[in-house]
């Protein structure tokens, strides 16, 4: 164990040698991709071998994977305000959208970057907690969220309509069991606009230096796309996470989830636990479509080879593992995030070295060749 970490720390300290040399010299662009809720275990390259997620792992095969990438906060805000400053706790009057900004860069955001209540500002077309000193320009995308209509499910509660009428959203309390499948090419939908205006910019700003943040807010509750999405992943055929007996005993009352089995009625039905897996694949592979198609556009305008990228999430999610649900507890399932950097001249591979979202500031500073501020 001792030689594995020296030997573990030999190669880190290699690796930010060849950033270095990288940074100045290849990398003039960052897209920065950030997706919502979405747990690593669940992306083909990290092994499931159910949810298709082929765009995410096409970049991942042209990447360095992390396989230890962890988040600072195991919910959206906190989360999100610490990678955006690089702080365990606070802020700063420096970001990381702000640095790149006063550096002559052009600086975007697009969708959800910093905090935007999900489904609240999504619906409104708000900020959110949005801080603007990041952006030369930002950019928010609307969506119907739980009243699109369709086949609308509130799953803990064991309803199933098509009517608009008496739906779980915004601040309502059974809102992260909701799920939509409706009749459509899913151009509607928030993360397709987002996808569609991440491209525009691209094309506008191909012949300058920038910084595009994207923030796509699937597979974030509701769980809504296209009919064509759910029928990729029959209820029927979805296993749920294994039982083990008294498995939380030991587990004491701060370290549990708020919302488990024993606690909430999706405890009772067993079956919309497996409606609740399909539609967080279903939504993942919504979202992952919208990442092959900004990524596509970055190749065919020949930005690739200029440009680093790095695919993140702000965190993981629970999905009946130990009998939790949601989020804001420290097993890994949330706390450990899937982190796909792919970088010019650096070969792609895999490390099992640990790393930490609150890393990524600094680390996209120095592969840009701006200095390193203090207050990280």
């Not at 999504?122 to 930002?138: K, N």
């Not at 209509?149 to 909701?178: H, K, Q, W």
């Amino acid at each position: 164990n001792k030689m594995k970490r020296i030997r573990e720390f030999i190669l880190s300290f290699i690796f930010s040698l060849v950033l270095s040399d990288v940074a100045q010299s290849e990398v003039k662009n960052v897209l920065f991709l950030i997706s919502d809720d979405l747990k690593a275990s669940v992306l083909g390259c990290y092994g499931n071998e159910v949810c298709e997620t082929s765009n995410i792992d096409k970049l991942a095969s042209r990447s360095l994977v992390f396989e230890r990438a962890y988040c600072q906060g195991t919910s959206c805000n906190p989360s999100r305000t610490s990678l955006m400053h690089s702080r365990y706790m606070g802020k700063s009057d420096m970001n990381l959208g702000k640095l790149f900004r006063d550096n002559s860069y052009y600086s975007a955001r697009v969708g959800k970057i910093y905090h935007m209540r999900v489904p609240g500002d999504i619906i409104a077309g708000t900020d959110g907690l949005d801080v603007p000193s990041s952006w030369t320009e930002r950019f928010n995308s609307k969506g119907l969220e739980a009243h699109t209509p369709g086949d609308y499910a509130c799953l803990n509660l064991n309803i199933f309509t098509r009517e608009l009428e008496g739906r779980e959203s915004t601040a309502m309390p059974n809102r992260m069991f909701v799920s939509v499948s409706y009749q459509g090419d899913g151009s509607d939908q928030p993360d397709h606009q987002t996808a569609s205006k991440a491209m525009e910019l691209l094309k506008e700003h191909k012949d300058e230096s920038f910084f595009l943040a994207v923030g796509l807010i699937r597979p974030h509750y509701p769980n809504v796309a296209p009919k064509q999405y759910f029928e990729n992943y029959r209820w029927q055929d979805m296993e749920l996470p294994d039982g083990i007996e008294n498995d939380i005993e030991d587990i004491p009352k701060l370290g549990r989830a708020a919302t488990m089995n024993s606690n909430n009625p999706i405890g009772k039905y067993p079956d919309n636990q497996k409606r609740m897996w399909a539609a967080y694949y279903a939504t993942v592979t919504y979202m992952d479509e919208q990442v092959g198609r900004i990524i596509d556009e970055l190749e065919r305008l020949k930005l690739r080879e200029s440009t680093a990228i790095v695919f993140l999430s702000d965190h993981g999610y629970h999905l009946g593992e130990h009998t939790f649900w949601q989020k804001s507890n420290l097993h890994e399932e949330v706390v450990r995030v899937p982190l796909i950097v792919s970088v010019p001249g650096i070969q792609p591979g895999k490390t099992n070295a640990i790393t930490e979202l609150v890393d990524i500031y600094p680390s996209l500073a120095e592969l840009a060749g701006l200095k390193v501020p203090a207050e990280v």
